[in-house]
């Protein structure tokens, strides 16, 4: 963020405001751990604020401090419309795009607040006054952090923050492993560390909640996988009535897609989840490497995110999805095995 625009933000602050702070739809650990840490941050200076999100989050973020504060737009509409029309500053935090909110983005269309994007994904569209886009960070809670630094409040990072924003930090980092944790990410964990969050806890509830179903779930998926070693390709498919059986709840799925690359010779991984009630099959992209899934899941499957993780969607059947990936492969052949 330029000195010009940190300053526009600091004055913005230093007035009362009535602020809501949304994520991207189907929030993850980075989207809810920045928005917590923001209202936080925004609450403990006197801001009015409120986090809206598009749809439910996870259960194993659910012991997230200030997490049963969020709204929910899908089941709290009226209350969530009513806090978007009064609102004079919105933060769109873990986004760049506003197709991205669902349901939401009609009403942010209509509204006359100022936004602030922060976000650190891929070719960020315009509708934001003031823009912290940083493709190189970790993750958007990095950026949250950097945020606070900008505005002279590190001081101001309670433990409550300091555990959002670790906790978003891991979850999009792979634990600290992908390429986009450098040695400011590491310095950063360090400082949030000593202002109080607690790493081995966050751990443990993010990532030691399996239930006897979803590993069944995960045996499942792991069983479907096809591999395609002429395109350094591996993909799962999981469909509704594989789901229902082993009793599929919210987050069940997450990381499932890792496993593909965990294989030698592997680059890309892909996992296909079909999803009935919205009548799409929504899509995963995973690689290693210069392989840009990000191109990919924009091109062919009206995603996007960054160039080792994306998303997507397809709204034909299941079959007729994975078919129709697996004839793209050949135009990416050469891509796929440098
Ligand atoms: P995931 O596969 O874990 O849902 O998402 C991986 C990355 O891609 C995340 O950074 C996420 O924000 C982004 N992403 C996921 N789905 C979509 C999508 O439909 N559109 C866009 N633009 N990005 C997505
Ligand atoms: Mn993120």
Same mark, same amino acid.
């Given at each position: 963020m330029n000195s010009e625009d940190i300053n526009a933000v600091a004055r913005l602050l230093s007035k009362p405001q009535k602020i809501v702070i949304i994520p991207h739809k189907n929030p993850d650990g980075d989207a809810i751990g920045s928005t917590l840490a923001l209202w936080h941050y925004l609450k403990n200076r006197g801001q009015k604020a409120q986090i809206i999100a598009p749809n439910d989050f996870p259960k194993?973020?659910?012991?997230?401090?200030?997490?049963?504060?969020i709204l929910n737009f899908e089941k709290e509409n009226a209350q969530s419309k009513a806090y978007i029309d009064e609102a004079t500053l919105i933060f769109t935090l873990d986004f760049n795009h506003l197709g991205r909110i669902g349901q939401v983005e009609p009403c942010l269309k209509e509204s006359d607040a100022t936004f602030i994007m922060i976000d650190h994904h891929q070719?960020?569209? @315009?509708?934001?006054?003031y823009m912290y886009s940083d493709v190189l960070m970790s993750s958007t809670c990095e950026m949250v952090y950097n945020f606070i630094e900008f505005l002279g409040?590190?001081?101001?990072?309670?433990p409550e923050i300091a555990n959002c924003i670790y906790t978003g930090i891991m979850t999009d980092t792979g634990s600290f492993k992908y390429?986009?944790?450098?040695s400011r990410t590491h310095r950063v964990v360090a400082a949030l560390i000593d202002k109080g969050a607690e790493n081995t806890k966050a751990h443990n509830l993010v990532y030691d909640t399996n239930t006897p179903n979803r590993l069944h779930l995960l045996g499942c998926a792991l069983k479907n996988m096809v591999i395609l070693e002429e395109y350094s390709t591996a993909y799962i498919t999981l469909s509704q009535d594989e789901l229902d059986t082993y009793g599929f709840q919210k987050g @069940?799925?997450?990381?499932?897609?890792?496993?593909?690359?965990?294989?030698?010779?592997?680059?890309f991984a892909v996992i296909f989840i079909e999803n009935k009630d919205e009548g799409i099959i929504k899509i995963s992209f995973r690689s290693e490497g210069d392989f840009s899934v990000n191109e990919f899941a924009r091109k062919h499957f009206n995603g996007g995110g960054h160039t080792n993780a994306a998303g997507g969607r397809s709204d034909v059947s299941l079959k007729e999805t994975v078919d129709y990936f697996s004839t793209l492969l050949k135009d990416y052949k050469t891509q796929l095995n440098p």
């Open positions: 194993f973020l659910k012991w997230m401090p200030g997490q049963d504060q070719a960020p569209s @315009d509708y934001a006054d409040d590190d001081d101001k990072i309670t390429s986009s944790t450098t @069940d799925t997450e990381g499932f897609v890792n496993y593909g690359l965990t294989l030698h010779g592997i680059c």
